[in-house]
């Protein structure tokens, strides 16, 4: 039975049918929600005892077995007699919440998401701020153990609040927001960023009086209230209402621009086919939604060129699209194929060959787009890429050609020195010609080298240099590398179990919206079996967990967890080489694992001269997301294991 627990509101939760599940008295909910409080970590009977009673009774410790037995009757009506609770789990000292499904917590998911086309955030913050039935913990707010809780859902609640108004004043529905708004000031009129969406609002319905009248009453408010003056925002919104001027001149200046653009470029020819793909390019970078969009649109700019019969037009179009990339797996490797396809026609349709500048950009573009798949081909693009870019004067073309080597640097284990030395290159060459983005993509390659390395000290500042430069150029998903690589690096730090774990969740929860299904896709799986794999626990066993891509490799430790090793054995027979990218040493360490717990020495044999390159690395922190320890550990291991 599917359970959902509810706390944005009364502590409640439903079945699969969505009928509320009777949890009988205040202190049985108590008990649940301080469990999912707790997000996963164990909470000790004492510490349970202490926070339901003021001066606990005698019996307190059994009266906790009590209401903890009572719940799990009511969250797990059918399960058999004696059979271990698969929600509401013992585990040392204590008890512990084993789900995800938890409102509050697909709330601060939808709220957190990286950047989205306005309609899209309006839809999706429509929806969740709807999941709230009162205030969060309603029945606990007067327990000391809840309170910070409900005070950080409280403020995701009034941020969430505040970015649906956002999202409605770029779509034009500034009259919609303003009722909303009207009462959010009168609830919290602290917010500063409140006062001024409502003024924007009004302004933009025509209401000048009533939007400078706002301001007004936010200065006073301010000035009286709490002796400061209204931050330089709210300054200049009044002066630039006071001079009658949109505050959002960006948004005039692109319609104008857009529309002259469309007067006196014809729509059918060469010129506006290119700049669409220039448009691509850069939206591609600005968040999620764009990435999607630009993907989504990609293969059609291309098959536009080709139907007009041009391969120097095609190659443009094609080598155009230089969008930095860092992860080594495809997000769409159906269309990555077509692609391909495409830059092999135009490079064999290029008349005399075509200019050095076109080669080299289908080649990189070969390079890039054939990432994962173990062809010849790819590499050898990379290395003629390369060789034709630097004997040309265009760093931005260079910048390119060695994005396309990055993803060809793969093809055995132990290269996080060559990726260092090509991320170094890459930041010295955009320091040298402002190439703001290949600037980002060089911090993000040294951080995973350096991370590989167990350069910590290093991989702290290419991470921050990366932060910086995406806030300053409006790149938001150079943030979920840089948070992911912060939880890795808590977690080989030896951070504090619920720290790590803490950081993985708010690390799984910038994927939601990134656009990037080649990099989301099976890794919180992952990242948990790392944690688990650490702490010398045995892999999830929970047969609705996603291992997207990585099941092949998961899959023998699965079955070890679950005490069938002779399938285990057979599985892991079968299992494929793991693919040549930034796991490839993380994966060959599960099929070491599994190898060595089935005594399966052909595989032990195999895992070790395929790891032994990298013995000086953590395996998978190359990847600036998981790592599952030392590969010299590994190698060790195995040697003894095989002899």
């Given at each position: 039975?599917?359970?959902?627990?509810?706390?944005?509101?009364p502590?409640?939760?439903?079945?699969?049918s969505?009928?509320?599940i009777?949890?009988?008295?205040?202190r049985?909910?108590?008990?649940?929600?301080r469990?999912?409080?707790?997000?996963g970590?164990?909470?000790?009977v004492?510490?349970?005892?202490?926070?339901?009673?003021?001066?606990?009774?005698?019996?307190?410790?059994?009266?906790?077995?009590?209401?903890?037995?009572?719940?799990?009757?009511?969250?797990?009506?059918?399960?058999?007699?004696?059979?271990?609770?698969?929600?509401?789990?013992?585990?040392?000292?204590?008890?512990a919440?084993?789900?995800?499904?938890v409102?509050?917590?697909?709330?601060?998911?939808v709220?957190?998401a990286?950047?989205?086309?306005?309609?899209?955030?309006?839809k999706?913050l429509?929806?969740?701020?709807?999941?709230?039935?009162?205030?969060?913990?309603?029945?606990?707010?007067?327990?000391?153990?809840?309170?910070?809780e409900?005070s950080?859902?409280?403020?995701?609640?009034?941020?969430?609040?505040?970015?649906?108004?956002?999202?409605?004043?770029?779509?034009?529905?500034?009259?919609?927001?303003?009722?909303?708004?009207?009462a959010?000031?009168?609830?919290?009129?602290?917010?500063?960023d409140?006062?001024r969406?409502?003024?924007?609002?009004?302004?933009?319905?025509?209401?000048?009086?009533?939007?400078?009248?706002?301001?007004?009453?936010?200065?006073?408010?301010?000035?009286?209230?709490?002796?400061i003056?209204?931050?330089?925002?709210?300054?200049?919104?009044?002066?630039?209402?006071?001079?009658?001027?949109?505050?959002?001149?960006?948004?005039?200046?692109?319609?104008?621009?857009?529309?002259?653009?469309?007067?006196?470029?014809?729509?059918?020819?060469?010129?506006r086919?290119?700049?669409?793909?220039?448009?691509?390019?850069?939206?591609?970078?600005?968040?999620?939604g764009g990435?999607?969009?630009?993907?989504?649109?990609?293969?059609?700019?291309?098959a536009?060129?080709?139907?007009?019969?041009?391969?120097?037009?095609?190659?443009?179009?094609?080598?155009?699209?230089?969008?930095?990339?860092?992860?080594?797996?495809?997000?769409?490797?159906?269309?990555?194929?077509?692609?391909?396809?495409?830059?092999?026609?135009a490079?064999?349709?290029?008349?005399?060959?075509?200019?050095?500048?076109?080669?080299?950009?289908?080649?990189?573009?070969?390079?890039?787009?054939?990432?994962?798949?173990?062809?010849?081909?790819?590499?050898?693009?990379?290395?003629?890429?390369?060789?034709?870019?630097?004997?040309?004067d265009d760093?931005?073309l260079?910048?390119?050609?060695?994005?396309?080597?990055?993803?060809?640097?793969?093809?055995?284990?132990?290269?996080?020195p060559?990726?260092?030395?090509?991320?170094?290159?890459?930041?010295d060459?955009?320091?040298?010609?402002?190439?703001?983005?290949?600037?980002?993509?060089?911090?993000l390659?040294?951080?995973?080298?350096?991370?590989?390395?167990?350069?910590?000290?290093?991989?702290?500042?290419?991470?921050?240099a990366?932060d910086?430069?995406?806030?300053r150029?409006?790149?938001?998903?150079?943030?979920?590398?840089?948070?992911?690589y912060?939880?890795?690096?808590?977690?080989?730090?030896?951070?504090?179990?619920?720290?790590?774990?803490?950081a993985?969740?708010?690390?799984?929860?910038?994927?939601?919206?990134?656009?990037?299904?080649?990099?989301?896709a099976?890794?919180?799986?992952?990242?948990?079996?790392?944690?688990?794999?650490?702490?010398g626990?045995?892999?999830?066993?929970?047969?609705?967990?996603?291992w997207?891509?990585?099941?092949?490799?998961?899959?023998p430790l699965?079955l070890?967890?679950?005490?069938?090793?002779?399938?285990?054995?057979?599985?892991?027979?079968?299992a494929?080489?793991p693919p040549?990218?930034?796991l490839?040493?993380?994966?060959?360490?599960?099929?070491?694992?599994?190898?060595?717990a089935?005594?399966?020495?052909?595989?032990?044999?195999?895992?070790?001269?395929?790891?032994?390159?990298?013995?000086?690395?953590?395996?998978?922190?190359?990847?600036?997301?998981?790592?599952?320890?030392?590969?010299?550990?590994?190698?060790?291991?195995?040697?003894?294991?095989?002899?």
């Amino acid at each position: 039975m599917d359970v959902v627990f509810g706390v944005l509101g009364p502590v409640t939760a439903w079945d699969g049918s969505g009928d509320v599940i009777p949890l009988k008295g205040p202190r049985h909910r108590a008990v649940l929600a301080r469990l999912v409080i707790a997000r996963g970590r164990v909470v000790p009977v004492t510490r349970l005892v202490d926070d339901l009673w003021t001066v606990p009774p005698a019996d307190a410790v059994g009266a906790v077995r009590t209401f903890v037995a009572a719940l799990r009757r009511a969250l797990e009506p059918e399960r058999p007699p004696r059979a271990p609770s698969r929600l509401l789990v013992t585990e040392g000292p204590g008890y512990a919440l084993r789900t995800d499904a938890v409102d509050a917590w697909r709330f601060e998911q939808v709220v957190g998401a990286a950047a989205r086309p306005p309609e899209e955030t309006l839809k999706s913050l429509d929806e969740a701020l709807g999941w709230w039935r009162g205030p969060a913990y309603a029945e606990f707010a007067d327990d000391d153990w809840a309170r910070a809780e409900r005070s950080r859902l409280t403020e995701l609640r009034l941020r969430a609040v505040e970015r649906r108004a956002e999202a409605k004043l770029e779509l034009g529905l500034a009259a919609d927001a303003v009722p909303d708004l009207d009462a959010h000031v009168a609830e919290h009129p602290w917010r500063e960023d409140a006062w001024r969406l409502l003024a924007l609002a009004l302004y933009r319905t025509g209401r000048q009086g009533d939007a400078l009248a706002v301001l007004q009453r936010a200065r006073a408010m301010l000035v009286e209230q709490l002796g400061i003056d209204p931050s330089p925002v709210l300054r200049r919104l009044e002066e630039n209402i006071l001079r009658q001027e949109d505050p959002d001149t960006v948004s005039q200046v692109w319609a104008e621009a857009a529309a002259a653009y469309d007067r006196t470029v014809a729509s059918g020819s060469r010129a506006r086919l290119e700049s669409t793909v220039g448009i691509l390019r850069n939206l591609a970078v600005t968040g999620g939604g764009g990435l999607e969009a630009a993907r989504g649109q990609r293969m059609a700019a291309i098959a536009a060129a080709e139907r007009l019969g041009d391969a120097e037009l095609t190659a443009r179009v094609i080598g155009a699209y230089d969008v930095p990339a860092i992860w080594t797996r495809s997000d769409d490797p159906r269309q990555a194929a077509e692609v391909v396809a495409a830059a092999e026609r135009a490079l064999a349709g290029l008349p005399d060959g075509g200019s050095g500048a076109a080669r080299a950009r289908l080649l990189a573009t070969i390079a890039l787009e054939s990432r994962g798949t173990r062809t010849g081909r790819a590499r050898e693009a990379a290395v003629e890429a390369e060789r034709i870019a630097r004997g040309l004067d265009d760093p931005a073309l260079l910048a390119f050609t060695l994005n396309g080597v990055f993803m060809q640097t793969f093809h055995r284990a132990g290269l996080a020195p060559e990726r260092d030395e090509l991320g170094a290159e890459l930041v010295d060459l955009s320091v040298r010609h402002d190439l703001h983005n290949y600037l980002v993509l060089g911090h993000l390659v040294r951080m995973q080298a350096r991370s590989a390395l167990a350069d910590f000290a290093a991989a702290d500042g290419h991470a921050a240099a990366a932060d910086h430069l995406a806030e300053r150029h409006e790149r938001p998903l150079v943030g979920v590398f840089t948070t992911w690589y912060r939880a890795l690096r808590l977690a080989a730090s030896g951070g504090a179990p619920e720290e790590v774990e803490a950081a993985y969740r708010d690390a799984i929860a910038r994927l939601d919206g990134s656009g990037m299904p080649g990099l989301t896709a099976g890794l919180p799986a992952l990242a948990r079996l790392s944690l688990r794999m650490k702490a010398g626990r045995p892999a999830q066993k929970d047969p609705h967990t996603d291992w997207g891509p990585y099941a092949p490799w998961a899959r023998p430790l699965v079955l070890l967890a679950q005490r069938r090793p002779h399938e285990a054995a057979t599985v892991l027979r079968k299992a494929p080489d793991p693919p040549r990218d930034l796991l490839f040493e993380a994966l060959w360490c599960l099929l070491a694992q599994a190898a060595m717990a089935v005594d399966d020495r052909e595989t032990m044999a195999r895992a070790r001269a395929e790891l032994a390159p990298a013995a000086d690395e953590l395996a998978g922190a190359g990847s600036g997301l998981v790592t599952f320890g030392p590969v010299a550990r590994y190698v060790d291991d195995l040697t003894v294991r095989v002899g």
